[in-house]
């Protein structure tokens, strides 16, 4: 079955500092990815999706200069949070689609997410 | 998507059978019904889906009302393993790209 692998499962960053979250389809090609964010006993809420080679689309409220996602290749999209703050600190999890899997009556798959703690 | 409605917690002993109920009144005829599972620190799993017939996997089974309004997730002997946030979603036929909106799911506890 697919595969997301999404690194690192966890970081901690100071204040300021950018931190780059990756998300990798290993067995097959992503062609649309999607970034969530998950607070402590809340829902996700989706953050942006990404197409390759094109510009991510943003959900109402997400800042994209903070939140600046990469998307050049079919099998990698990375998420970086600019400038942390102890707020951005969340459970960043992606997903990975394709023409395949997108429809919707196929299964997605998710990676296991990043636990980041901004101090 | 159709939006969909499900009870906050439940709880269940081990080894008993879990029926985890999900309303959808809205439901379009290309609506699928999808289950998805997270549990604790984890990305969500991907469990069952179906249209209007039940569904059985390896996992679950998939139990669909006749008017498709309403389904309900079976775990036919719960374990621990199993305590998690159980999510419904509706993801229509015509949803190309994959994005799915995730309400806030039935937390499932399991007791020895």
């Known amino acids: 079955g697919a595969v997301v692998s999404q690194h690192p499962s966890w970081v901690i960053c100071k204040s300021g500092t950018s931190v780059k979250i990756e998300c990798r389809s290993l067995d097959f090609q992503a062609t649309t990815m999607f970034w969530y964010r998950q607070f402590p006993k809340q829902s996700l809420m989706l953050m942006a999706t990404?197409?390759?080679?094109?510009?991510?689309?943003?959900e109402q409220g997400v800042e994209k200069d903070k939140f600046l996602i990469n998307h050049a290749s079919l099998t990698l999209s990375t998420l970086t949070v600019t400038s942390a703050h102890p707020e951005d600190s969340s459970f960043y999890i992606c997903?990975?689609?394709?023409?395949?899997?997108?429809?919707?009556?196929?299964?997605?798959?998710f990676g296991n997410g990043t636990r980041l703690t901004v101090t | 998507d159709a939006k969909t409605t499900q009870p906050n917690s439940m709880e269940s002993n081990e080894e008993e059978p879990v029926h985890l109920p999900c309303n959808h009144s809205t439901i379009s005829g290309t609506d699928y019904i999808h289950w998805y599972r997270q549990l604790p620190s984890q990305g969500p799993e991907y469990v069952i889906h179906?249209?209007?017939s039940n569904v059985n996997n390896r996992m679950a089974s998939l139990a669909i009302a006749e008017d498709r309004k309403s389904s309900t997730l079976i775990l036919h002997r719960a374990t621990l393993r199993d305590a998690a946030v159980y999510y419904c979603i509706l993801r229509n036929i015509y949803n190309q790209g994959g994005k799915l909106i995730f309400g806030q799911g039935t937390e499932l506890s399991v007791k020895p």
């Open positions: 990404s197409n390759e080679g094109s510009k991510a689309t943003y």
């Open positions: 997903s990975a689609s394709s023409p395949v899997y997108g429809q919707g009556n196929s299964p997605l798959h």
């Open positions: 179906g249209l209007t």
